[in-house]
């Protein structure tokens, strides 16, 4: 900015009430303002690029039941389901 010193918080804010009224400007009239657009191009060339690392985290490894692990398991549960069915 050329005769305030402000804060990049403030920068932005001044930032997003420019594109509102480019915005607003567009959906009036229907056509771009080219000062508008050419001031907030001239903004954002000011500020320093922000990189973001996303960490990801891989899943634990899936481990199948065995036949036996789900047979057991059914056998488990078919009493409860025919408690449920009378």
Same mark, same amino acid.
């Given at each position: 900015?050329?005769?305030? /010193?402000? !804060?990049? =918080? =403030?920068?932005?804010? /001044?930032?997003?009430? /420019?594109? $509102?009224?480019? #915005?607003?400007?567009? %959906? %009036?009239?229907?056509?771009?303002?080219?000062?508008?657009?050419?001031?907030?191009?001239?903004?954002? %060339?000011?500020? !320093?690029?922000?990189?973001?690392?996303?960490? /990801?985290?891989?899943?634990?490894?899936?481990?199948?039941?065995?036949?036996? =692990?789900?047979?057991?398991?059914?056998?488990?549960?078919?009493? #409860?389901? @025919? @408690? @449920? $069915?009378?």
């Amino acid at each position: 900015m050329s005769q305030f /010193i402000l !804060t990049p =918080e =403030e920068d932005l804010l /001044i930032l997003g009430a /420019i594109r $509102a009224r480019a #915005a607003q400007y567009l %959906s %009036s009239q229907g056509v771009n303002d080219p000062a508008l657009d050419a001031l907030v191009d001239k903004i954002q %060339s000011q500020f !320093t690029p922000v990189v973001v690392e996303t960490i /990801i985290e891989t899943p634990p490894d899936v481990v199948e039941p065995t036949e036996e =692990e789900v047979e057991a398991h059914f056998a488990e549960e078919a009493p #409860a389901r @025919k @408690k @449920k $069915a009378q």
